[in-house]
């Protein structure tokens, strides 16, 4: 084994003395450590901001935004429960967002304001410390020579969301009505009941009649939108389906299969919305029946009169489906998709968010 002689011991000494009176060590400290602090400073803030950004578009898919949600997701990613939100800005429908000045350019700045139109929020977040201040103090650099006056940094990150209708959808409700019939529900998009718990007023309350012998205000087959001996089911498993393109298959028959009266009985108690897929048109009939896509809506169940399940419904305490017909009754909703997807359709109350920028 070799041994450590004092000779040794000496030169080490020596060769320490060295480095630190010429400023090697403590060069090598600034770049090691307080860079370090620095990236771990950013990437913070940076995760404050995304999660900022994300948390106030969500409040805006459904209006109004709420721009004070990004202070405590900002806060809450900073290891020490601090930063600063600088600026919460954008475009959105209600005018909440003020607009966002022009793009610095800097790598730390978002990106240029998208095109006109664009729904979205850019969040700002910069270094705040426990004790209130806005530098992030160094540990070695304050020591190299001639940078005794230096303070530390101020750290800066932004993050941008984008929230809209989307193009394509997950785990939607397998039931499907015409995009003639969400029109005049909603008097075109303008009449949408609150989001649950909230009771909805009777105005915007709506009986679908999914399959009826005395037709429906929208005209029926390929060129009208309601295609009969198709019902409104959708082709999918245990009542769930994924709409990845323009067109979706048609499942056959009056009665919901016993996984949608399941899905039917749990979105009725639970007063929870369900999403939709709403088609433009319809061609083929039975098995071979396709639906084109126009988008997606958010809908709650308030009752419904299907050949082995019904349930009278909560809103006007009546049973609304007469004779031979079959329906389902509730109210359109606007808001957020637990979904993912891109964003792309129609807006016909259904939303996601992405982060962009």
């Known amino acids: 084994m070799w041994m450590t002689t004092d000779d040794d011991r000496g030169a080490l000494g020596v060769l320490f003395a060295i480095l630190l009176g010429f400023g090697v060590l403590l060069g090598m400290g600034a770049i090691v450590i307080d860079v370090g602090f620095l990236y771990e400073e950013r990437a913070e803030l940076q995760n404050g901001a995304d999660a900022g950004a994300i948390a106030v578009a969500q409040t805006c898919a459904g209006e109004p935004c709420l721009v004070n949600k990004s202070n405590y997701f900002a806060n809450h990613n900073a290891k020490d429960g601090a930063s600063t939100v600088d600026a919460v800005c954008g475009h959105d429908e209600g005018g909440v967002l003020p607009s966002c000045p022009a793009a610095t350019g800097a790598m ?5 304001k998208p095109a006109a139109g664009v729904k979205y ?10 004790g209130g201040g806005t530098l992030l103090p160094p540990m070695f650099a304050r020591s190299l020579v001639d940078n005794g006056s230096y303070e530390g940094s101020r750290v800066s990150a932004c993050a941008r969301a984008r929230w809209g209708p989307p193009a394509t959808a997950a785990n939607l409700m397998a039931m499907t009505i015409s995009w003639c019939e969400w029109n005049q529900a909603t008097s075109s998009g303008s009449n949408f009941g609150p989001e649950p718990p909230a009771t909805p007023p009777l105005s915007v309350h709506r009986v679908l009649k999914l399959h009826t012998t005395g037709g429906t205000a929208c005209p029926s087959g390929p060129a009208g939108s309601d295609g009969p001996g198709m019902f409104g089911w959708v082709d999918g498993t245990g009542c769930s389906v994924d709409i990845t393109d323009n067109t979706y298959s048609a499942d056959t028959g009056v009665s919901a299969g016993s996984d949608c009266k399941t899905a039917l009985a749990e979105a009725y108690s639970s007063r929870r919305k369900v999403f939709l897929p709403i088609y433009t048109k319809v061609t083929g009939t039975g098995t071979g029946g ?5 988008g997606f809506a958010g809908f709650v169940v308030t009752g419904y009169w299907l050949p082995g399940a019904s349930q009278k419904d909560w809103l006007t305490n009546k049973n609304e489906c007469k004779g031979p017909d079959k329906c389902v009754a509730g109210y359109f909703v606007e ?14 109350g259904a939303r996601i968010v992405q982060l962009i920028g």
């Open 121 to 130: 929020v850019d969040v700002h977040t910069s270094t705040q410390t426990s």
């Open 108 to 112: 730390t700045d978002c990106p240029a």
């Open 290 to 294: 396709t639906y084109a896509l126009a």
């Open 335 to 348: 808001g957020l998709m637990p979904s993912t997807g891109t964003i792309g359709g129609p807006d016909l």
